[in-house]
């Protein structure tokens, strides 16, 4: 499903992000990835969905080599990536239902479509009722939740979160982690980058750390 092949990536401004980085995740899987800030955790999930692209080495998801893919087949892979953020990334003017239903109508879906896949989304991550809320009338954990939705209503097969928990107090990220578990429970890879320590121990989970660039394995 995920695999990248000896990757280096170095910013043009010369620092080395990641240092020779092999890792493997199978159809399913669920991985955390720790280690400090400016480790290379961003940059590792920014090469799986092709928003920069290794300087040695190969990096491939669902079979497909990622930096060989330009403008449309690239698209087309990032339709089957579901991304979250640590800064929700929501559109302030729209509402929870517009912010989540957007992605499917940029992607052509009929009205009728989008209606059928809003609903039995915004119940998963438990935003029903809020459907109608804007941003700004939500807490962080709802605001979240929200990304989250957003990420999964295309039914993606591979889920990327980059410290989707940063901004959360341990309540509202545990909940969002347990959202994440149960979607890894219904056949979706998930791989979630964080430096929440208390919450890596409580998921019983594989764990891969980065250190200055390099990949150690911490539990398997
Ligand atoms: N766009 C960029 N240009 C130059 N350097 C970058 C860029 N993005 C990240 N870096 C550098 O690469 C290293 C890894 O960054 P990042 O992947 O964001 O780490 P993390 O997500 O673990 O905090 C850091 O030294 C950072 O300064
Ligand atoms: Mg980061």
């Known amino acids: 499903m995920v695999e990248l092949r000896g990757v280096t990536k170095t910013y043009s401004n010369q620092s080395l992000a990641l240092d020779g980085v092999n890792l493997k995740i199978k159809r399913k899987g669920f991985l955390f990835i720790?280690?400090?800030?400016?480790?290379?955790?961003s940059t590792l999930l920014k090469l799986l969905y092709g928003e920069e692209r290794a300087s040695l080495g190969e990096?491939?998801?669902h079979g497909i080599d990622v930096g060989k893919l330009r403008g449309d087949r690239?698209?087309?892979l990032r339709r089957r990536i579901g991304v979250v953020f640590q800064d929700y990334k929501l559109i302030p003017r729209k509402t929870v239902a517009e912010n989540v239903a957007f992605v499917l109508w940029a992607q052509?879906?009929?009205h009728q479509e989008v209606q059928r896949r809003l609903t039995p989304t915004l119940k998963m991550v438990g935003l029903a009722h809020k459907a109608d809320c804007f941003p700004t009338q939500l807490s962080g954990?709802?605001?979240q939740r929200v990304g989250l939705a957003r990420a999964i209503v295309g039914m993606p097969p591979l889920l990327l979160a980059d410290e989707p928990t940063g901004n959360l107090d341990p309540d509202n990220a545990l909940q969002v982690m347990k959202i994440f578990q149960k979607l890894n429970s219904f056949g979706i890879t998930v791989i979630v980058t964080t430096h929440d320590d208390r919450l890596v121990r409580m998921a019983d989970r594989p764990v891969v750390q980065i250190r200055d660039g390099k990949l150690h394995q911490v539990r398997r």
């Open 74 to 76: 690239l698209s087309q």
């Open 34 to 41: 720790t280690g400090p800030s400016g480790a290379g955790k």
């Open 141 to 143: 954990g709802e605001q």
């Open 59 to 61: 990096v491939r998801v």
């Open 108 to 110: 052509g879906y009929s």
